[in-house]
T-cell receptor
Framework: EAAVTQSPRNKVAVTGGKVTLSCNQT?????MYWYRQDTGHGLRLIHY???????EKGDIPDGYKASRPSQENFSLILELATPSQTSVYFC????????????????FGPGTRLTVL | GEKVEQHESTLSVREGDSAVINCTYT??????FPWYKQEAGKSLHFVID?????DRKQSQRLTVLLDKKAKRFSLHITATQPEDSAIYFC???????????FGTGTSLLVDP
């Protein structure tokens, strides 16, 4: 069973502060993703990675950085948090060739609820 | 870039009836179309997908139809059960799943 964990699960931050969201996967998947979920927008891709040391910009990268120091770990960094970044953030691993018959399946973590005051 | 529109924001059916959720996409290069389910307060998980080399795929009570000419795909759920109640997201990819563009989600409520 795929396992993706996220920490923290809930976070309250102040405007202008730095926030780091962490994601760990034990599936040995090359690809990892960060999404945010907002009502009316569905899931939107922020950053993704093809493997350790690589990060790529997704559809809404502004205000976010990402770091992939190892196969297992993928972090999302908000250097200067703003209230507009209040959201639920999901990390996922997989995509393309990783899910057996469902070869492109992505496996999602439990999510992090971030509130920026 | 790709845009995926999910037409029904909410859908309510009676238990045992069928439910249909429709999505359209813009990029003719898209070739992979998965569906994900999110139960209340939980994360997303994969339910079914379809690739552009076929126009229909069935898995138990779920069927996905793909109309490439109309750039439209749909999820059909037969004999709905209360546990089918969830938000369903469609998605599209031009690179066979490396990068997904999601729709805005359809909240399906199955009344017992």
């Amino acid at each position: 069973e795929a396992a993706v964990t996220q920490s923290p699960r809930n976070k309250v931050a102040v405007t202008g502060g730095k926030v780091t969201l962490s994601c760990n996967q034990t599936n040995n998947h090359n690809n990892m993703y960060w999404y945010r979920q907002d009502t009316g927008h569905g899931l939107r891709l922020i950053h993704y990675s093809y493997g350790a040391g690589s990060t790529e910009k997704g559809d809404i990268p502004d205000g976010y950085k990402a770091s992939r120091p190892s196969q297992e770990n993928f972090s999302l960094i908000l250097e200067l948090a703003t209230p507009s970044q209040t959201s639920v953030y999901f990390c996922a691993s997989g995509g393309s060739g990783t899910g057996g018959d469902n070869y492109a399946e992505q496996f999602f973590g439990p999510g992090t609820r971030l509130t920026v005051l | 870039g790709e845009k995926v529109e999910q037409h029904e924001s909410t859908l309510s059916v009676r238990e045992g009836d069928s439910a249909v959720i429709n999505c359209t996409y813009t990029d003719t290069a898209s070739s992979y179309f998965p569906w994900y389910k999110q139960e209340a307060g939980k994360s997303l998980h994969f339910v079914i997908d379809i690739r552009s080399n076929v126009d229909r795929k069935q898995s138990q009570r779920l069927t996905v139809l793909l109309d490439k000419k109309a750039k439209r795909f749909s999820l059909h759920i037969t004999a709905t059960q209360p546990e089918d109640s969830a938000i369903y997201f469609c998605a599209a990819s031009w690179d066979m799943g490396y990068k997904l563009t999601f729709g805005t989600g359809t909240s399906l409520l199955v009344d017992p």
